[in-house]
C-alpha cells in the first residue's frame, strides 16, 4: 500500500532563517505531488504541484519554492521566512493522469511551522 | 475557475441524530466531487468521492454524500451520528473538463461537526 511521510512534524524558526520541509511517497512511482497551506486552522491553499522530477508548477507568488529532486520526493523551502509563512503545511500525492482526472488526493499529517 | 461553499461554519448534532454537513460548488464542467475529514493537527483523510454513476455516495465511517446536478450540491450525510464524528469537514471539487495538468483540488473553507453526548 501507499504511503505518505512528511517531516518535520513541528518547526519554530526565527524570522529571515531558511525553511526545508520535506516530504516523501512510498508504494507507488511517477506521482503527482502537492503542496498545501493551511492557515488558522481552516481554508486549504494550494501551493505547488509538481508531475515528475524537476516540474514545479507555482500556484500562488509567494516567498516560498518547491522542488523535487527524485521521482517520490517533494521539497518546500525558502531562504528567507516572514511572519507570514507560519502555517500547517501539507504534503499530498495522487496518481499520476494524462487529464484532469477523478484520482483521489491523498495527505501527509502535516507540518506545523511557526515563525517568530 | 472552480469553487466550494460550505454555508456552516459549525455544525451541531446530538449523537444518535442524523447530521448534514452541506456543500455547493460551481464548475464550468462536469465536477468531481470529495470529502475529506480531519482530526486536530492531523492531515486530511479521504471520505468519498464522486465521479459518476449513482448520485449517492457511500465512504468510510458510515459516511454518505448525494450528487445533485441542478442544485449544484454534495451534501454529507450519516444516519446516526457518533461523537467521535466529531472533527472539521473539507468538501472539494475538480473540473472534470478542464483538461491537461495536474491541478489540484479546489476545497470549502470547512465545516466543524461538533456531535454532543
Known amino acids: 500500500s501507499q504511503t505518505i511521510h512528511q517531516w518535520p512534524a513541528t518547526l519554530v524558526q526565527p524570522v529571515g532563517s531558511p525553511l526545508s520541509l520535506e516530504c516523501t511517497v512510498e508504494g507507488t512511482s511517477n506521482p503527482n505531488l502537492y503542496w498545501y497551506r493551511q492557515a488558522a486552522g481552516r481554508g486549504l491553499q494550494l501551493l505547488f504541484y509538481s508531475v515528475g522530477i524537476g516540474q514545479i508548477s507555482s500556484e500562488v507568488p509567494q516567498n516560498l519554492s518547491a522542488s523535487r529532486p527524485q521521482d517520490r520526493q517533494f521539497i518546500l523551502s525558502s531562504k528567507k521566512l516572514l511572519l507570514s509563512d507560519s502555517g500547517f503545511y501539507l504534503c499530498?500525492?495522487?496518481?499520476?493522469?494524462?487529464?484532469?482526472?477523478?484520482?483521489?488526493?491523498?495527505f501527509g499529517e502535516g507540518s506545523w511551522l511557526t515563525v517568530v | 475557475a472552480q469553487s466550494v461553499a460550505q454555508p456552516e461554519d459549525q455544525v451541531n448534532v446530538a449523537e444518535g441524530n442524523p447530521l448534514t454537513v452541506k456543500c455547493t460548488y460551481s464548475v464550468s464542467g462536469n465536477p468531481y466531487l470529495f470529502w475529506y475529514v480531519q482530526y486536530p493537527n492531523r492531515g486530511l483523510q479521504f471520505l468519498l468521492k464522486y465521479i459518476t454513476g449513482d448520485n449517492l455516495v457511500k465512504g468510510s465511517y458510515g459516511f454518505e454524500a448525494e450528487f445533485n446536478k441542478s442544485q449544484t450540491s454534495f451534501h454529507l450525510k450519516k444516519p446516526s451520528a457518533l461523537v467521535s464524528d466529531s472533527a472539521l469537514y473539507f468538501c472539494a471539487v475538480r473540473d472534470a473538463d478542464s483538461g491537461g495538468g495536474a491541478d489540484g483540488l479546489t476545497f470549502g473553507k470547512g465545516t466543524h461537526l461538533i456531535i454532543q453526548p
Open positions: 499530498a500525492w495522487s496518481v499520476r493522469a494524462g487529464h484532469s482526472s477523478g484520482n483521489t488526493i491523498y
